[in-house]
């Protein structure tokens, strides 16, 4: 089967670990840039990858990248491309558009062009004139970066951080696929115990026991490709098959959300719960001052306030300096946490092993790294 160009789109600062997301599931042939990961693959590819990427926001099929300066040449280049091979008669194929730093800024032209030009292509191979769109959807984008236009068509549907187990949130919830990442980022060895002492509606522990489970995060809801006629549906029934297949439903975990608010908890087993992820994970009411554990060695992986306005600024201070504590406790414990406020290391008391830029949402975070020391070789060896 001929090799197809797809991109995993993800969040500035997560390429790498999409990248290596990939990698796992055997897609090596790949380019790494800025938000965005492109890699090879056949339509199996497209199943598998929306099944299993835990930190990329979409999996896009790539029809085609040019240079275009003016609007005949987006034009004709997209006219060009096989827009038959992918869009049957009856498609909806709706053109969204963005434009940076290009002579084509106007992004409705370039949408309207777009769709012009693959009117007329598929007039050419269909010998017809007028197409109802009642059919799939296939949404289009034309994305323009320095006069070179990306022309994409989205597999994903709804974006990959929407797993199907979080229908509540809280007020300002952490997607499900940036928690999934700082998971990653952390390298918690899965035998240890990890804590979110700040875990709101649940994001974080429910994505560490998922991804130490090995269950693919997109294994219970639909994509849009589903629905494409010329993708096989044994294609997408052998990967929820495989999927099925390699979880590990009888490992330990020992993982721990507590939170001062009661409310919140409710939402987090109730989310573990549609996760499948229930019994894995201890929930508990408690304040952060009074977070203690018996275990010499364990992570803490969260998401504090950050503070946007002049009284929040200073609540979420007061969270830094009880966290501090609470790591003075426990000084074999590791701890990383993701926060928008500049001054955290300071406040915190300590610099941190390695920090990394990372972004939530649209705001601009430091992700804070702070190794504990290795477990001694004899230790390893008991809790293996």
């Not at 522990?205 to 219970?220: D, Q, R, T, W």
């Not at 052998?238 to 919140?264: C, H, N, Q, W």
């Not at 992570?299 to 002049?310: A, K, Q």
């Not at 009880?322 to 300071?346: C, D, N, Y």
């Amino acid at each position: 089967m001929a090799k197809i160009e797809f991109i995993a789109t993800a969040a500035f600062g997560l390429e790498a670990v999409v990248a290596k997301e990939l990698k796992v599931l055997g897609y090596t042939d790949q380019l790494v840039e800025n938000g965005r990961v492109t890699f090879r693959g056949d339509e199996e590819a497209m199943c598998r990858t929306n099944l299993w990427l835990r930190s990329a926001d979409r999996v896009l099929l790539k029809m085609g990248e040019f240079e275009a300066a003016t609007f005949e040449e987006l034009f004709q280049q997209t006219k060009a491309l096989p827009w038959a091979d992918l869009l049957p008669a009856d498609a909806e194929f709706p053109v969204d558009g963005k434009s940076i730093k290009s002579k084509l800024f106007s992004v409705s032209d370039c949408q309207a062009i777009v769709k012009k030009a693959i009117v007329e292509k598929i007039k050419q191979s269909y010998k017809q004139n007028w197409f109802a769109e009642t059919g799939a959807r296939y949404k289009i984008e034309v994305a323009l970066l320095k006069d070179r236009a990306t022309l994409t068509v989205d597999t994903s549907g709804a974006g990959l951080h929407k797993r199907g187990y979080r229908e509540l949130s809280t007020k300002a919830p952490l997607r499900e696929t940036q928690a999934a990442a700082l998971v990653r980022l952390s390298n918690w060895p899965a035998e240890q115990v990890l804590a979110d002492p700040l875990c709101g509606s649940g994001t974080i522990p429910i994505e560490a026991a998922m991804s130490a489970l090995n269950l693919a995060p997109g294994l219970n809801r639909r994509f849009v490709a589903e629905s494409w006629p010329h993708i096989p549906a044994k294609l997408w029934e052998r990967g929820r098959e495989e999927a099925r297949s390699v979880a590990l439903r009888g490992r330990t975990l020992r993982i721990i959300g507590t939170d001062i608010d009661e409310k919140v908890l409710s939402l987090a087993r109730h989310h573990a719960r549609k996760a499948g992820v229930e019994e894995y994970i201890h929930f508990q009411q408690l304040p952060l001052a009074q977070f203690r554990s018996r275990y010499e060695h364990g992570s803490i992986i969260c998401n504090p306030p950050y503070g946007e306005r002049l009284g929040e600024v200073r609540e979420a201070e007061v969270i830094y300096r009880e966290m501090r504590q609470v790591i003075a406790k426990h000084p074999t414990w590791s701890l990383f946490l993701l926060t928008s406020h500049l001054g955290f290391e300071q406040i915190f008391g300590r610099p941190a092993s390695k920090k990394r830029k990372l972004y939530n949402g649209r705001i601009q975070c430091n992700y804070y790294l702070y190794h504990g020391p290795e477990p001694k070789a004899k230790e390893r060896e008991e809790k293996v």
